[in-house]
C-alpha cells in the first residue's frame, strides 16, 4: 500500500531555480528543456509514478510554482 | 487526488519579482500562512523597507505602507501607536536594518514598541548590486569588498540579533534560515512567538531570517543554501536569543 501524489507546475511562476529538483527525495522533478515566455527552463515530473506528495519540493519552492495532490492510499503494493 | 499545498489568502496573485531561488519568496510564504494561521489578514498593515523586498506591497493581500530607507521600524511606530488593534509588522533587507536604519531598529526595540519586524539577511545590498552590508560576512566578497571582507579596513559582521536581545523592550529575537524543510519549519514556529510578542503586548518581536542572494553571490540556488549552512551560520549562530515566555516561566508572572 503506498499513497500516491502528483505536482502541478504553472509554467509561468517557475523559474528554473532547482530547489525542488535537488530537494524532491524520490528524483521525481527536473529541468525539461521547454521555457516560458520570460525564457526560464521550467521543471517537469519525469518520474510522475514515484510521487508520493510527500509536499518538498512546494516548500522550497520561492515561487509557488508548485501544487502538490496526494491520493489516499492506493491498493498497489510499493 | 486532494490538494495538499495551496497559495496563502495572505498574498495577492502577483507573481514574485525576485531572481530566481531567491529565497526572499519562501520568506514572503510563511509570513502569509502564518497572518492567514493568526487571522490576521484583513487586519494587519505591513510596511514594506527599501532593498528587493521593496514591492513586498504588491504581494500581501493586506494594508501596506512603504518606508523611506531605514524608516520601517519609525513608520510601524507611529501606525501602531495610532492604530492599535492592528497588527503591525515591518519587511526589512540587512542593508536597510543593520545599516542606514539601524538607529530606528535599536530605539524601536529599546522603547519596547509592540511591532513584529521581519528582518532578512541576505549579507549583501541585493537591489543595488551586491555591496558590502553590516552583515557581510568576514572573508566574504562583495561588488565593494572584491578581495573580501577584513577586520582592519570593514569591521566585523554586525551580530544583530544578539545586540537586540540585550535590550529590556525586546520581547522576543530568533534568527533562523529556510534552507531545508526543517529549518522551514522552525523560522515558521519563530514567527507565530514573533507574533504572539505583540498580539500580548509583551514588546518588538525580531526574527531576522539568513537568506540568499544567488545572483550577488555568484552561486547557482542550491550552492547558495549550503553557503548558508556551512558558512553564514558559523558567523550567525541560528537559536532563540530572547523569548518572553522563559521571562515570565522564570519571573512567574
Ligand atoms: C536613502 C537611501 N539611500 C540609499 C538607497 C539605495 N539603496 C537601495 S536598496 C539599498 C540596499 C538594499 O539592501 P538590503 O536592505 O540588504 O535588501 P536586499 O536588496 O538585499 O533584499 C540601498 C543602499 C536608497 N534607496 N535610499
Ligand atoms: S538581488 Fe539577491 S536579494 Fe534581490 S531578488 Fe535577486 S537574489 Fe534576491
Redesign the interface.
Given at each position: 500500500m503506498r499513497i500516491?501524489?502528483?505536482v502541478d507546475v504553472e509554467p509561468?511562476?517557475c523559474?528554473?531555480?532547482?530547489?525542488c529538483v535537488?530537494?524532491c527525495p524520490r528524483k521525481v522533478l527536473a529541468l525539461a528543456d521547454e521555457v516560458n515566455s520570460k525564457g526560464?527552463r521550467i521543471v517537469a515530473q519525469v518520474k510522475p509514478e514515484e510521487c508520493n506528495?510527500c509536499?518538498?519540493c512546494?516548500?522550497?519552492?520561492?515561487?509557488?510554482a508548485?501544487?502538490?495532490?496526494?491520493?489516499g492510499r492506493s491498493k498497489e503494493a510499493v | 487526488?486532494?490538494?495538499?499545498?495551496?497559495?496563502p489568502k495572505a498574498?495577492t496573485n502577483a507573481?514574485?519579482h525576485?531572481?530566481?531561488?531567491?529565497?526572499?519568496?519562501?520568506i514572503h510564504?510563511l509570513l502569509a500562512e502564518t497572518l492567514d494561521e493568526f487571522g490576521l489578514t484583513e487586519n494587519a498593515i505591513g510596511i514594506a523597507s527599501v532593498g528587493c523586498s521593496v514591492f513586498a506591497y504588491d504581494y500581501f493581500n493586506c494594508d501596506m505602507q512603504q518606508a523611506a530607507h531605514g524608516r520601517a521600524p519609525a513608520v510601524a511606530t507611529g501606525i501602531k501607536r495610532v492604530r492599535p488593534q492592528n497588527f503591525v509588522f515591518t519587511y526589512q533587507g540587512d542593508g536597510d536594518l543593520g545599516s542606514i536604519g539601524i538607529g530606528e531598529t535599536i530605539h524601536a526595540a529599546n522603547r519596547g514598541e509592540n511591532i513584529t519586524i521581519i528582518f532578512v539577511n541576505n549579507a549583501v545590498y541585493g537591489m543595488t548590486g551586491g555591496q558590502m552590508a553590516p552583515t557581510t560576512l568576514l572573508g566574504q566578497k562583495s561588488s565593494t569588498t572584491p578581495t573580501g571582507r577584513s577586520i582592519g579596513e570593514h569591521g566585523y559582521p554586525l551580530p544583530v540579533s544578539e545586540l537586540l536581545q540585550a535590550l529590556p523592550g525586546a520581547a522576543y529575537v530568533a534568527r533562523t534560515t529556510v534552507t531545508?524543510?526543517s529549518q522551514?519549519r522552525i523560522t515558521k514556529r519563530a514567527l507565530a512567538q514573533a507574533f504572539q510578542a505583540q498580539i500580548q503586548g509583551r514588546g518588538l518581536g525580531l526574527v531576522e531570517i539568513l537568506s540568499t542572494c544567488?545572483v550577488n553571490w555568484h552561486m547557482?540556488?542550491?550552492e547558495a543554501?549550503t553557503f548558508i549552512n556551512e558558512e553564514m551560520v558559523a558567523q550567525f549562530p541560528l537559536g532563540v536569543f530572547k523569548d518572553f515566555d522563559e521571562e515570565v516561566a522564570r519571573d512567574g508572572k
Open positions: 500516491k501524489g502528483r509561468e511562476l523559474k528554473g531555480c532547482g530547489l535537488a530537494f526560464y506528495g509536499t518538498i512546494a516548500q522550497m519552492c520561492p515561487d509557488i508548485l501544487t502538490v495532490w496526494r491520493s | 487526488m486532494r490538494q495538499v499545498t495551496a497559495k498574498l507573481p514574485f525576485y531572481c530566481p531561488g531567491c529565497t526572499h519568496g519562501i510564504r531545508s524543510p522551514i544567488p547557482d540556488p542550491v543554501l
